[in-house]
């Protein structure tokens, strides 16, 4: 069993920063691609992902305010939001694609969703 544990998020002033943070734990062999999602009217769903190589993607609507990170030791991935805007208010959610054995496909898992809300 798999299970991805998001925490960080809240409410925020426009301009500000918040963490997010997000941990797999389980049956787990490798985690090849692992990043963030976010769900919200007429808003691109994903947010930045990172891969095994450390290689990262952003959605051009973060670009240069959000960085990704992660920690193989820990199955964990943060994402960084500062210059916060009230356009960044959504549910995020983290994805990570893994594969529980050596022979396994990857296959997507998600988090249970974490609200961040940007308001004055």
């Known amino acids: 069993q798999v299970q991805l544990v998001e925490s960080g998020g809240g409410l925020v002033q426009p301009g500000g920063s918040l963490r997010l943070s997000c941990a797999a734990s389980?049956?787990?062999?490798?985690?090849?691609?692992i990043g963030w999602y976010r769900q919200a009217p007429e808003k691109e769903r994903e947010v930045a992902r990172v891969t095994s190589g450390g290689s990262t993607n952003y959605a051009d609507s973060v670009k240069g305010r959000f960085t990704i990170s992660r920690d193989n030791a820990k199955n964990a991935v943060y994402l960084q939001m500062n210059s916060l805007k009230p356009e960044d208010t959504a549910v995020y959610y983290c994805?990570?694609?893994?594969?529980?054995?050596?022979?396994?496909?990857?296959?997507?898992?998600w988090g249970q969703g974490t609200q961040v809300t940007v308001s004055s």
């Open positions: 994805f990570a694609d893994l594969r529980t054995t050596a022979g396994d496909t990857s296959t997507r898992y």
């Open positions: 389980g049956s787990i062999f490798s985690i090849d691609i």
